[in-house]
């Protein structure tokens, strides 16, 4: 065996002797990982991986039972049980190996030693998910993913089932979507240059393609949603639009309630599709212009709007109203509401910061171990980003880039998707107001009045 895994240790680097290869492990690692590393991976996994358990104290002792089989009938040697491999298979980006747990190990045990693996097996990481009780998945990576990301062709395209959008690519090779049904409101933060106005974009491209109405609130005059109003039922760009826009859709949202108390339901998605109103996403960009004032006479329009804010965050989610809320900082200095409205945004995006407490603001509440992955993103990788969630766990994703243009482009060609919604007619964009509805606009994007 040891002479098997010298061979396979020197099979490498002879291997990318070759002209292409060598080539392909710097130009085009995917290629270089399929023909040479994930071979050499998989053969050094196999030959070391008892002891490699061993070292790293992955391994119990085996049941009084078995041990009295082995040492009476197998006349062997008791060894230390190490956790059972059920399934090994390689991925253009690494390998996965789902592992049986024995009793007395559990998850927290293997995601402890993922370190010591990464460099006992010489892959780029080794990320552990745990699949169902007492089985966990090691989600090898041999090489940097998040160096140049390329989204996975079969997965570029969304779910309009339950509203799923494909945005980032994660660290361990799978791709970290937007599920509206899971997460319904959700958060970004980071400073400038950091990648947050990329990760948007290409959030807004995926939702432009699914039969879902788009409402921005751009308060810097729509400089940054200006050019995705094809596909927007309704703008925002100033805080008295913004006011009157967040009051209709609080009326919408209660609308909305009476429908599904007519049809004894408790969820959007359970009503008949014929009758069924279009889920919403309402896009905030920078949330702190909502809640500064400069003059006296502005703080009870600021409070309005953080008051129906907080109740859509708290009700909408119910009636296919989501928000989607973008910004540098988000914490209790921006006045009253925001700590209450933070804690209903329960998807968590943050990008590079500038301060360790924004970081927290982010992630403090829901994955303390993930404040600190923040602060290590360095400035010369823009859309890196620590995603969380409320059960604790996150992992680093990186969004592919898109230019916003690019993002511009999806819209108009998915502009005969936006709904004409009449409570939102005042706040169409301005381009939009006077044109016709768009050929072929599916009746789902038509309201359905409460009163039928």
């Not at 007395?104 to 699949?131: F, I, Q």
């Not at 209709?248 to 969820?267: H, I, T």
């Amino acid at each position: 065996m040891s002479e098997l895994s010298t061979v396979l240790e020197i099979a490498a680097p002879l291997a990318g002797v070759g002209g292409g290869l060598g080539y392909a492990k710097g130009r085009a690692p995917r290629v270089y990982w399929s023909l040479v590393g994930l071979p050499v991976t998989w053969g050094r996994f196999t030959v070391t991986y008892r002891s490699t358990m061993d070292v790293c104290g992955l391994t119990v002792q085996p049941s009084r039972l078995r041990a009295f089989m082995v040492r009476k009938v197998a006349r062997q040697e008791v060894q230390p049980v190490p956790p059972k491999i059920r399934r090994v298979r390689g991925a253009s980006t690494g390998l996965r190996v789902s592992l049986r747990l024995p009793a007395g190990l559990e998850p927290a045990d293997v995601a402890a030693a993922s370190e010591r693996l990464r460099h006992a097996w010489g892959v780029h990481s080794v990320n552990v998910v745990e699949t169902k009780p007492g089985v966990v998945e090691l989600r090898m990576t041999g090489y940097d993913v998040l160096k140049r990301v390329r989204m996975p062709r079969r997965s570029r395209r969304g779910s309009s089932d339950g509203l799923v959008v494909p945005v980032a690519l994660r660290e361990d090779g799978t791709v970290f979507v937007r599920d509206y049904r899971k997460a319904p409101h959700g958060l970004t933060l980071g400073s400038n240059q950091s990648g947050k106005s990329m990760f948007q974009r290409n959030l807004i491209a995926g939702l432009a393609k699914l039969p879902v109405g788009l409402i921005g609130i751009d308060c810097k005059r729509g400089v940054e949603q200006g050019r995705f109003a094809p596909r927007l039922s309704a703008l925002a760009t100033t805080p008295d639009e913004a006011s009157g826009l967040l009051e209709a859709l609080v009326k919408e949202m209660e609308d909305r309630f009476e429908l599904l108390a007519k049809y004894q339901v408790s969820d959007l998605w359970e009503l008949p599709k014929k009758v069924r109103p279009v889920p919403l996403v309402v896009l905030v960009d920078e949330v702190a212009e909502l809640f500064l004032t400069s003059a006296k006479k502005d703080e009870e329009r600021r409070d309005g709007m953080v008051m129906r804010m907080v109740r859509l965050a708290q009700m909408a989610r119910a009636v296919g109203i989501y928000l989607e809320v973008c910004g540098q900082r988000f914490g209790s200095e921006l006045g009253k509401g925001a700590t209450m409205l933070r804690a209903q945004l329960t998807g968590r995006v943050v990008h590079r910061v500038n301060d360790k407490q924004t970081a927290d603001m982010g992630l403090g509440d829901i994955a303390p171990d993930a404040v600190a992955a923040v602060t290590l993103i360095p400035p010369d990788r823009p859309g890196v980003a620590v995603a969380g969630d409320t059960s604790g766990g996150w992992s680093r994703i990186r969004t592919p880039e898109m230019t916003a243009t690019e993002a511009a482009d999806v819209c108009r060609e998915y502009a005969h998707l936006t709904p004409r919604l009449p409570f939102l007619a005042p706040y169409r964009p301005a381009m939009l107001a006077d044109s016709p509805a768009p050929a072929g606009t599916p009746p789902l994007a038509a309201p359905v009045p409460v009163t039928e």
